[in-house]
């Protein structure tokens, strides 16, 4: 079964941090590389972040040096850690395969107020 479950979305201030994680099913995330998305109100869905099975991470532009994504391979869970968060963080933050399947969770509300 394909199951992607995220967590640790809030209401935060700017210049917070918060903690994302996502605990997948391990027939997805066996050997995958993994990728946090978000999409803010109005706008489409993008890649904030991905990791490869070896750990190799890449970010986007506009979170470069203020997240670090990570990932627990015994525990099939990846997590997003966001620290100096902006008002332009927020978003509805999913979890998915990268590229991404069809499938995705219901994702985790960040709200950064300013």
């Known amino acids: 079964q394909v199951q992607l479950v995220e967590s640790g979305g809030g209401l935060v201030q700017a210049g917070g941090s918060l903690r994302l994680s996502c605990a997948a099913s391990?027939?997805?995330?066996?050997?995958?590389?993994m990728g946090w998305y978000r999409r803010a109100p109005g706008k489409q869905r993008e890649l904030v972040a991905r990791?490869?099975?070896?750990?190799?991470?890449t970010y986007a532009d506009s979170v470069k040096g203020r997240f670090t994504i990570s990932r627990d391979n015994a525990e099939n869970t990846v997590y997003l850690q966001m620290n100096s968060l902006k008002p332009e963080d927020t978003a509805v933050y999913y979890c998915?395969?990268?590229?991404?399947?069809?499938?995705w969770g219901q994702g985790t509300q960040v709200t950064v107020s300013s």
């Open positions: 998915n395969t990268f590229p991404s399947m069809i499938v």
């Open positions: 391990g027939s997805i995330f066996r050997g995958n590389a």
């Open positions: 990791v490869s099975w070896y750990a190799t991470t």
